[in-house]
C-alpha cells in the first residue's frame, strides 16, 4: 500500500496570508490527524477527524481549521498566518481497528515571512 | 494536561557504544510509543507497549515500559551511524484521546 502523501511538501508565505495543505491517508484508513512540529514545542496535537468528523482538536487558535472529504483524504487551513506559524505540518493516518498505531507522512514545512 | 519529558535532549556519540533514552511522565498512560524521525520525514514507529514492565527488544533496539506504565525507556546497544535520529516517545492516555508526545532526543552516532 502507498503511505501517507502530503502536498506541497513546501511552502514559503507572508504574514496575514492563509494557507491549505492536504493529506491522503493510506488506502482503507478512515482517521486523519495532524500535527504541528517546532523545535521548541515538538510535536503537537492539531485536531484528529474520523469520517468527515472532527472528533478531537488541540489547544490551537481558531485560525487553524481542517476537514475531511468522503474519501478520507483531509486538509487544513490556517488563516491571517502568524510568523510563529513556521513549522512542519504532520498528517499521520490510521486503521480504526488497530486505533493507537498510526502512520505519518512526510510533512510539509512551511516557512512564513 | 498530561507531559512526557525526555531526556537527554542532545546525545553525541561514537559507533559502538551504548545508550540509554529515557520518557518520563506522572501520568499514567494505557500505552506508549516509540518513534523515530529523520530529517525531511515524518516520524516512523518503532515499537508500542502497553503492559506494565514490558520489555521489547528490535535488532540492537531493547524498549522497556515502567511497571507503573508512567516511564519507558529505549536502549540501544552498540549504536551505529544509522541510528542517527531523533527519536520520540508518544503516549496513549486513554480510549480515542490524542497522544501525547515528548519534544523528543536528538542522538548523532559518529562512525
Known amino acids: 500500500k502507498a503511505g501517507v502523501t502530503q502536498t506541497p511538501r513546501y511552502l514559503i508565505k507572508t504574514r496575514g496570508q492563509q494557507v491549505t495543505l492536504s493529506c491522503s491517508p493510506i488506502?482503507?484508513?478512515?482517521?486523519v490527524s495532524w500535527y504541528q512540529q517546532t523545535p521548541g514545542q515538538g510535536l503537537q496535537f492539531l485536531f484528529e477527524?474520523?469520517?468527515?468528523?472532527?472528533?478531537n482538536k488541540g489547544n490551537f487558535p481558531g485560525r487553524f481549521s481542517g476537514r475531511q472529504f468522503s474519501n478520507s483524504r483531509s486538509e487544513m487551513n490556517v488563516s491571517t498566518l502568524e510568523l510563529g506559524d513556521s513549522a512542519l505540518y504532520l498528517c499521520?493516518?490510521?486503521?480504526?481497528?488497530?486505533?493507537?498505531?498510526?502512520?505519518f507522512g512526510p510533512g510539509t514545512r512551511l516557512l512564513v515571512l | 494536561t498530561q507531559l512526557l519529558e525526555q531526556s537527554p535532549q542532545f546525545l553525541s556519540i561514537q559507533e559502538g557504544e551504548n545508550l540509554t533514552v529515557y520518557c518520563n511522565s506522572s501520568?499514567?498512560?494505557?500505552?506508549l510509543q516509540w518513534y523515530r524521525q529523520e530529517p525531511g520525514e515524518g516520524p516512523v514507529l518503532l515499537v508500542t507497549?502497553?503492559?506494565?514492565?514490558e520489555v521489547k527488544k528490535l535488532k540492537r533496539l531493547t524498549f522497556q515500559f515502567g511497571d507503573a506504565r508512567k516511564d519507558s525507556s529505549l536502549h540501544i546497544t552498540a549504536a551505529q551511524p544509522g541510528d542517527t535520529g531523533l527519536y520520540l516517545c508518544?503516549?496513549?492516555?486513554?480510549?480515542?484521546?490524542?497522544?501525547?508526545f515528548g519534544k523528543g532526543t536528538r542522538l548523532s552516532v559518529i562512525a
Open positions: 499521520a493516518s490510521k486503521d480504526q481497528s488497530s486505533a493507537e498505531t498510526q502512520y
Open positions: 488506502s482503507g484508513h478512515r482517521s
Open positions: 477527524y474520523f469520517s468527515e468528523t472532527q472528533r
Open positions: 501520568s499514567v498512560f494505557s500505552s
Open positions: 507497549v502497553v503492559t506494565g514492565g
Open positions: 508518544a503516549g496513549a492516555p486513554s480510549g480515542n484521546t490524542p497522544l501525547v
